[in-house]
């Protein structure tokens, strides 16, 4: 069972995760119908759900990222730097820490730049089978994989099977994805069509749901993958979480729903707090995200040509300077790492004669 302290320092994560730099107005109210769900802290929710998942070193993770950006006469074919550094930062946690082998999937068009990424967080690209040996003999992984998932819906539904069968991941992680709505049409948070050139990782997350593997999924604006588990709040609570603007005649709601929703202003930063929890609970400290990666992280999708929301590849992500991030990033690694042994200085004994 979790002592006080670290139920307070899981606490403390949750506050930093979804502080409204942008004043969105959203993140509150998603945070709150997700955290009724969990019962507990969402970092921590998330981070017990994947340590309770890695039996043994050398069992597969699948962590899917990659927003497509749909700029206005850009490539739609363009990521956001929202997504890729988070999953790269949790994917090390996992294999440094429990020798996990994750596995990444992305848009094709995407998998050279998430590569890039991953190396840039210290991972290196090699097989599955020799990701798996590496992690069964060290007890640890840098070893990775980084494979495309179909835009097909016919034949994503026929590789969501294949994902399951060929790695047997123990568990399931998106970070930052878009979900169909019930018309099977993939928004934006500003309620327009993002469908082309997305892999259609839907079918993934519910064959995973239907065949008792856990999912974790992470997201900010109310139309990623998982957000299924908080529908009602984000019809609510977002503008276009009724009625989009593309014409398809639903919202902007995902139908595809998570074992634990990680809600943060960036979604970045709750694969952050979960790597954080996941230091702590497991007494590696050393396993949240620092500072000086965060920069090298974001640098590397913005020269990959990962986009900030604003459309430029900017070291930004969703609007904020890579400044605001690795200051997150750096108290989030406080939370888990300061001692200020209030304890030692709430117990002490009264001075003899009582006075200062
Ligand atoms: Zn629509």
């Given at each position: 069972?979790?002592?006080?302290?670290?139920?307070?320092?899981?606490?403390?994560?949750?506050?930093?995760?979804?502080?409204?730099?942008?004043?969105?107005?959203?993140?509150?109210h998603l945070?709150?119908?997700?955290r009724?769900?969990?019962?507990?802290?969402?970092?921590?929710?998330?981070?017990e759900?994947?340590?309770?998942?890695?039996?043994?070193?050398?069992?597969?993770?699948?962590?899917?990222?990659?927003?497509?950006?749909?700029?206005l006469?850009?490539?739609?074919?363009l990521?956001?730097?929202?997504?890729?550094?988070?999953?790269?930062?949790?994917?090390?946690?996992l294999?440094?820490?429990?020798?996990?082998?994750?596995?990444?999937?992305?848009?094709?068009?995407?998998?050279?730049?998430?590569?890039?990424?991953?190396?840039?967080?210290?991972?290196?690209?090699?097989?599955?089978?020799?990701?798996?040996?590496?992690?069964?003999?060290?007890g640890?992984?840098?070893?990775?994989?980084?494979?495309?998932?179909?835009d097909?819906?016919?034949?994503?539904?026929?590789?969501?099977?294949?994902?399951?069968?060929?790695?047997?991941?123990?568990?399931?992680?998106?970070?930052?994805?878009?979900g169909?709505?019930?018309?099977?049409?993939?928004?934006?948070?500003?309620?327009?069509?993002?469908?082309?050139?997305?892999?259609?990782?839907?079918?993934?997350?519910?064959?995973?749901?239907?065949?008792?593997?856990?999912?974790?999924?992470?997201?900010?604006?109310?139309?990623?993958?998982?957000?299924?588990?908080?529908?009602?709040?984000?019809?609510?609570?977002?503008?276009?979480?009724?009625?989009?603007?593309?014409?398809?005649?639903?919202?902007?709601?995902?139908?595809?729903?998570?074992?634990?929703?990680?809600?943060?202003?960036?979604?970045?930063?709750?694969?952050y707090?979960?790597?954080?929890?996941?230091?702590?609970?497991?007494?590696?400290?050393?396993?949240?995200?620092?500072?000086?990666?965060?920069?090298?992280?974001?640098?590397t999708?913005a020269?990959?040509?990962?986009?900030?929301t604003?459309?430029y590849?900017?070291?930004?992500?969703?609007?904020?300077?890579?400044?605001?991030?690795?200051?997150?990033?750096?108290?989030?690694?406080?939370?888990?790492?300061?001692?200020?042994?209030?304890?030692?200085?709430?117990?002490?004994?009264?001075?003899?004669?009582?006075?200062?």
């Open positions: 069972l979790l002592g006080r302290e670290q139920q307070e320092r899981a606490e403390a994560i949750d506050r930093l995760l979804t502080v409204d730099f942008g004043a969105r107005g959203v993140v509150r945070y709150e119908a997700a009724e769900v969990a019962g507990r802290p969402l970092a921590l929710a998330a981070a759900t994947l340590r309770a998942a890695m039996a043994q070193p050398g069992e597969r993770v699948v962590i899917t990222t990659g927003a497509s950006s749909q700029r006469g850009l490539d739609p074919n990521g956001e730097t929202d997504g890729p550094p988070g999953a790269v930062a949790l994917g090390r946690a294999a440094q820490g429990f020798g996990a082998v994750p596995v990444f999937l992305t848009e094709a068009h995407q998998v050279e730049s998430l590569r890039a990424v991953a190396r840039a967080g210290g991972l290196t690209t090699t097989t599955p089978e020799g990701a798996t040996r590496q992690a069964q003999h060290y640890r992984s840098s070893g990775i994989v980084v494979e495309s998932f179909p097909d819906p016919g034949k994503a539904s026929i590789a969501a099977k294949e994902v399951i069968q060929r790695f047997n991941p123990v568990a399931v992680v998106s970070v930052e994805r878009a169909m709505n019930d018309r099977g049409v993939y928004h934006n948070s500003a309620g327009l069509n993002s469908s082309p050139a997305k892999a259609r990782l839907d079918y993934l997350l519910q064959e995973s749901i239907d065949k008792g593997i856990p999912v974790v999924a992470i997201g900010d604006g109310g139309n990623e993958l998982g957000m299924g588990l908080i529908a009602e709040a984000v019809r609510d609570h977002t503008l276009y979480g009724i009625a989009c603007r593309c014409g398809c005649g639903g919202g902007i709601v995902p139908v595809t729903r998570a074992d634990v929703l990680v809600v943060a202003t960036v979604s970045n930063w709750g694969a707090g979960v790597a954080a929890v996941l230091g702590m609970l497991s007494g590696k400290p050393g396993l949240a995200h620092t500072s000086s990666a965060e920069e090298r992280l974001v640098r999708a020269d990959e040509g990962y986009l900030d604003t459309g590849t900017d070291y930004k992500v969703d609007s904020l300077p890579l400044s605001v991030h690795s200051a997150v990033v750096r108290l989030l690694e406080s939370i888990v790492t300061v001692e200020m042994d209030w304890q030692a200085h709430l117990s002490a004994p009264v001075p003899a004669d009582s006075g200062p």
